[in-house]
């Protein structure tokens, strides 16, 4: 099984949202989780994973451990080349390095070139950004861009970002 979180924030509110499918080319989830949560910490620079991976991590106890292929979020694994772990990161450390994490971002962080992928989609001319850890980062972007849906962002994760706004 394959997750796909992600988190939309309204002031101190977060609504998280996880998407789980079972194989790279499928077009619907599986399953649908959600969770809502108050008292969330302010913005960080640097720390973004100070404010979404409590969600993470809360939404993932409800949701079956077993058979857990590997966990999409938005964001990045790392922030530099010098390995300092991201949301992604720090995800897969909180889970005993069990479940490889695919950190897929929209945006460039420059601080990281030898471990991100830019990933063309579609006939986008702006990339996605690919981190992984516990999967190499090549095989990581094969699996995305594998991924149901002929846009930039693939149809299951447009669908998981529309549902935490809803």
């Known amino acids: 099984m394959l997750l796909a979180f992600d988190t939309y924030y309204t002031g101190h509110t977060a609504k998280t ?9 499928d077009n619907e989830p599986a399953h649908v989780y959600t969770e809502d949560r108050d008292g969330i910490e302010d913005y960080v ?22 058979d857990i292929d590997a966990i999409l979020v938005d964001g990045y694994v790392y922030l530099d080349d010098a390995g300092s772990f991201g949301l992604g990161g720090r995800l ?10 695919i950190g897929i971002a929209k945006t460039n962080f420059v601080r990281i070139t030898t471990a991100k992928r830019a990933l063309i989609r579609g006939n986008s001319q702006k990339p996605l950004y690919i981190t992984a850890i516990g999967v190499e980062v090549d095989q990581a972007a094969e ?4 991924m149901d849906g ?15 706004r809803a």
């Open 17 to 25: 949202v996880c998407i789980a499918f079972k194989g790279w080319q």
């Open 143 to 146: 699996w995305v861009s594998s």
């Open 92 to 101: 897969y450390q909180a889970l005993g390095g069990r479940i490889p994490v």
């Open 45 to 66: 620079s640097g720390e973004f994973y100070r404010r979404e991976l409590p969600c993470l991590l809360s939404l993932l106890e409800k949701i079956p451990q077993e």
């Open 150 to 164: 002929p846009y930039r962002m693939p149809t299951l994760l447009k669908y998981v970002d529309t549902l935490t």
